[in-house]
């Protein structure tokens, strides 16, 4: 009867204790349909959950207008919606969250074991070294092996993570900004502020222009009334009923 019990208490309770992921246990009265166990995130489940942040997060008509939790509503949305995904249980906003910030966190972190192993690149080292020394001082700075690569070269990229030295060119270390090539990448939208600045300021200098020029036909307009008139004034015969009447129209005019 005690063996039995234990073996009951076993099975109700037993889980991957090697697991990265959270998991919930029932109390042993309720059913076992109600344990609640996390899925893994596979590195393609990541790829299209970067994806569907990025797009988002870079989408010109909500851009940094967006509620937060709008905001997290369309991520959900957009990777549940995946084809890639079809017959997969949908994620919850909840493990999207937790799962961005696990992914943030470890690959805002190798950025910066990264840039350190391109300030310590030796000459004649390839980027494959360069990865090494950067996985090794991940490693020895937080007691546990990088396992988000797979997400780091999704975001490497963009500007948030991207690095800011480059490798050593004729053995002088350069620091600046990495050029990425995006000519198979999409240029990041303007914000919906931006654009109204921009529109703003695009408009302020059409008005600009436009008074420029009419200053410009009112000067034009001017001379031509005054040489209208000189010629009026200048004419020996006397002026007709109609040149009389333009006589004092220009001169008014001017005065």
């Known amino acids: ?22 998991v919930w246990l029932s109390g042993p009265s309720q059913d076992e349909s109600a344990v609640k166990v996390s899925s893994k995130w ?100 937080h007691s546990v092996r990088f396992s988000m690569e797979h997400a780091w070269r999704e975001l490497r990229h963009d500007q948030k993570w991207s690095s800011s030295f480059v490798a050593k060119d004729s053995g002088k270390d350069k620091r600046k900004v990495v050029e ?11 914000g919906i502020k931006a654009a109204k600045a921009a529109a703003k300021k695009k408009k302020s ?9 009419d200053a410009i036909m009112q000067v034009k307009k001017e001379v031509s009334t005054q040489n209208l008139l000189e010629r009026l004034l200048a004419k020996k015969e006397p002026l007709n009923e109609m040149e009389t009447t333009l006589k004092m129209k220009l001169m008014s005019a001017l005065i």
């Open 42 to 141: 596979s590195p393609t489940e990541d790829k299209i959950f970067i994806g569907a942040w990025l797009n988002t997060s870079k989408d010109p008509v909500v851009s940094n207008d967006q509620k937060a939790n709008t905001f997290w509503s369309r991520i959900v949305d957009y990777y549940n919606a995946s084809p890639q995904l079809v017959g997969r249980t949908p994620r919850l906003l909840g493990q999207c969250k937790q799962r961005w910030s696990r992914i943030n966190d470890q690959v805002c972190k190798f950025v910066g074991c990264y840039d350190a192993a391109l300030r310590e690149q030796r000459s004649g080292e390839n980027e494959d070294e360069v990865m090494k020394t950067a996985l090794d001082r991940f490693f020895n700075q």
């Open 180 to 190: 990425v090539d995006t000519a198979d990448e999409e240029p990041r939208p303007m």
């Open 1 to 22: 009867m005690t063996l039995g019990f234990v073996n009951l208490l076993n099975s109700q309770y037993s889980v991957d204790l090697e697991s990265p992921e959270p």
């Open 205 to 213: 200098g059409k008005e600009k222009a436009l008074t420029k020029i």
